[in-house]
């Protein structure tokens, strides 16, 4: 079965910045649409980040000039660099891939086969 490990999460003040990785197994995300999901307590999965295989990026409004998501086709590694992290970016975090485009629904939950177990994000104010 294909493995997704994120790592990265931790506990910042508001204003600072974290680095998410996702690292794969069983496959290479070359080739497939990956994302980034987050969610909070009591709340449902959201699409943060997508990233396809021509490159093309996409974000959710709240997180748009804060976040850029990035891969390492050599590593296969998904990357999430958060900054100017704000208290409402609590969450936990989660990489997802699927081998259809991003151009479809890349931020609904059901369009990614692939998903991580999560790592934990904490913003203080």
């Known amino acids: 079965q294909v493995q997704l490990v994120e790592s990265g999460g931790g506990s910042v003040q508001s204003g600072g910045s974290l680095r998410l990785s996702c690292a794969a197994s069983?496959?290479?995300?070359?080739?497939?649409?990956v994302a980034w999901f987050r969610q909070g307590s009591g709340e449902e999965r959201e699409g943060v980040a997508s990233?396809?295989?021509?490159?093309?990026?996409r974000y959710a409004d709240s997180v748009k000039g804060r976040f850029t998501i990035s891969q390492d086709n050599a590593k296969n590694t998904l990357y999430l660099q958060m900054n100017s992290l704000k208290p409402e970016d609590t969450a936990m975090y989660y990489c997802?891939?699927?081998?259809?485009?991003?151009?479809?629904?890349?931020?609904?939950?059901?369009?990614?086969?692939?998903w991580g177990q999560g790592t934990q994000v904490t913003v203080s104010s």
């Open positions: 990233i396809g295989s021509d490159g093309s990026t």
């Open positions: 997802a891939a699927t081998y259809r485009a991003c151009s479809g629904p890349w931020s609904r939950t059901w369009w990614y086969n692939s």
């Open positions: 069983g496959y290479t995300f070359s080739g497939y649409c």
